[in-house]
């Protein structure tokens, strides 16, 4: 993992680094000394000592972790904030396993979607997404 | 200096009447609650708070700005520590030392040890704004871009306390946050940048954004991690404290002194601020400490040192705007703006035109710092609530705060986009054993150094030599080197001693 991890930086390196060749010298100078520093210390990885295995634990829950972050961060602009949030928390406590009745999940996470789009949006006064 | 002591009894007088005593307290309090929440600065309390300070009169509004200011960066350690999620960047090595405690089940007691630091580094700050203002603003004359630059290659050579075992990912993750910062215009003819013509990056990737998404949201996705299994994310509460006993605060004096030494400078620097400051007395306090392994397992000392050195330097940067009218920090820009709306001018004209408003807010900055003391043991109560909440309430409740600081940082959504994808890379990469410090060390450095090198070799005519040949530049240079070679120096002396014993 680490040698990929390694090759993957040089071969983004090479290319900014192409991206920045029209470039005056005062503009390019600091990216391409720390490109350049990058591409040796990745060269340090991929001929360096393999460091024993990498454990991914509980992935498969992690992996839906990961898309409900997405999907909210997508949705948002969407559905509006309150409906969006309010349902992502009610979803992510059910797939999170929270145990109670039925009609507790939606009725806290209803509440808890209340309470910060009245906080920041009507007293703090932040602009809606 | 009679005439000195004479105003600060009239600052006093002033600053102990029943309304500027409810704005203390209510600017003090918001700031707590702004501060403690992820991607919520200082900054941002105080420009959502500005508005307010129109119709209030001018010495009421000040001191409510001057609570929230240090309120919010004290509050940003109880995030640090309850979740590992600094609230705000200057309680970032808060979180090295503060979280794996409260993971450990001493949440209480770091919470106490951050509030009494921050306590005694906010009045000493104070105590400097109020009797040594005109003399510091001279003295911060004498930091211009060599001594800048020299600061933040001594803010980056602290890497090494930051870079965790395998430092070869360790100064890949600083090269990397150094290469960030430079995204966007470039400082010397604004020229874009890596920004592949999306306009949205020509102010660079918003800071904000890439704090959440790599230090925030893997946290989140690791309390995921331990969902529906019989992992336990924090052990169980083991002392309910109220407070620290005397003798627990005493044992950590010269941690304390010396770190608001570093804060009281730092603070004094421009553009340097509460983050520059913690980082630096971090890494100092760990290369000065008998046991510098223990740094980052779970010890008082780091959030002592953290904590006291951001809370010293909020002072600093106060001396720079009111005396030279120039603002040490984002959030001293808004204190500014506030002044101006009210009529006074910042600059070395304020105190000399108007010295009973500034001698009140200079008494009232005192009396913040020891309100948030008082303040902070209820929120400590409260917060050690956070560690019995459910993961399962805790996370999607972390992830919406998140999402609301980077969106609230600059109104855009891409911001958003950003904090996930870099969330998602930084949660990657944390499993491959690359460490997100340094990143965000190398972020917050990058401008600094980069800005105030070419500007140096602008005002020396490209003498590259500058940086030696200013004393305060130099001493700033000698100590980023003693701090470089330091461990290896160390390391060797340990390794002699061993062999002869």
Not at chain 1, 32 to 48: A, D, R
Not at chain 2, 407 to 430: E, H, K, P, Q, T
């Amino acid at each position: 993992m680490d040698r990929i991890t390694g090759m993957i930086f040089i071969l983004l390196s090479c290319f900014l680094l192409w991206s920045l060749r029209t470039l005056s010298f005062e503009a390019a100078a600091f990216p391409v000394v720390l490109f350049s520093i990058l591409i040796l210390l990745s060269l340090f990885l991929i001929f360096g000592h393999w460091r024993g295995r990498y454990t991914f634990e509980n992935a498969r829950h992690v992996a839906v972790g990961a898309l409900v972050m997405i999907v909210y961060g997508l949705m948002i602009p969407v559905t509006g904030f309150p409906i969006t949030t309010g349902v992502m928390l009610w979803g992510s406590m059910w797939l999170g396993g929270y145990k109670g009745y039925w009609y507790k999940l939606p009725l806290l996470a209803a509440l808890l979607a209340g309470c910060i789009y009245w906080v920041f949006f009507i007293l703090l006064g932040v602009p809606e997404p | 200096m009679h005439d000195t002591f004479q105003l600060i009894a009239v600052g006093f007088a002033h600053a102990f009447t029943l309304p500027n005593i409810i704005a203390m307290i209510a600017g003090t309090s918001i700031g707590i609650i702004i501060g403690a929440l992820p991607g919520m600065s200082a900054t941002t309390g105080m420009a959502l708070l500005l508005p307010v300070t129109f119709n209030i009169p001018v010495e009421c509004g000040l001191l409510m700005l001057a609570g929230v200011y240090c309120g919010a960066v004290y509050g940003g350690s109880i995030s640090a520590i309850l979740v590992g999620i600094p609230g705000t960047a200057a309680s970032i090595p808060t979180a090295f030392d503060g979280f794996p405690m409260a993971k450990d089940g001493r949440a209480r007691e770091a919470l106490l040890f951050a509030l009494y630091a921050s306590a005694v580094g906010g009045v000493a700050s104070a105590l400097v704004l109020m009797f040594l203002t005109p003399v510091i603003g001279r003295f911060a004359l004498k930091f211009g871009p060599p001594e800048m630059f020299a600061v933040g290659i001594w803010g980056m050579f602290m890497v090494s306390s930051v870079v965790g075992k395998d430092v070869i990912k360790g100064l890949i993750m600083a090269t990397i946050g150094l290469i960030v910062s430079t995204v966007g215009a470039d400082p010397v003819n604004g020229v874009p940048r890596m920004i592949f013509d999306n306009v949205n990056f020509i102010g660079g990737i918003e800071f904000v954004s890439l704090v959440l998404g790599t230090l925030a949201l893997p946290r989140v996705l690791e309390m995921v991690e331990t969902l529906r299994t019989e992992k336990v994310f924090y052990k169980a509460l083991v002392s309910r404290k109220w407070y620290l006993k005397p003798g627990e605060l005493f044992r950590h004096w010269a941690n304390i002194v010396r770190s608001t030494i570093i804060g009281l400078i730092v603070g004094i620097a421009p553009a340097a601020g509460p983050t520059i400051a913690a980082i630096i007395s971090y890494n100092q306090a760990k290369q000065s400490s008998k046991y510098p392994d223990k740094f980052g397992t779970g010890i008082a000392d780091g959030v002592v040192a953290s904590e006291t050195a951001n809370n010293a330097s909020t002072g600093g940067d106060m001396v720079l705007t009111l005396a030279l009218g120039v603002p040490g920090s984002a959030a001293c820009a808004v204190f500014m703006g506030a002044l101006i709306i009210k009529g006074l001018q910042p600059g070395p004209q304020l105190m000399r035109n108007n010295p009973i408003p500034v001698y009140t807010f200079f008494a009232g900055f005192l009396l913040v710092n020891i309100l948030f003391f008082i303040i902070g043991h209820f929120f400590i109560q409260a917060g050690g609530q956070v560690v019995r909440t459910p993961l399962q309430i805790l996370a999607p409740c972390i992830l919406v705060f998140c999402v609301l600081g980077a969106y609230a940082s600059s109104n855009s959504l891409i911001n958003v986009n950003i904090m996930v994808i870099s969330g998602l890379a930084a949660y990657f990469l944390g499993k491959l054993r690359f460490p997100m410090p340094p990143f965000i060390l190398g972020l917050i450095l990058g401008p600094l150094i980069e800005a105030n090198f070419w500007a140096s070799l602008l005002i020396s005519y490209n003498d590259y030599l500058i940086f030696f040949k200013r004393p305060l530049a130099a001493g700033f240079m000698i100590l980023a080197i003693l701090t470089l070679i330091a461990p290896t120096v160390h390391g060797w002396m340990k390794a002699k001693k061993s062999r002869t014993a």
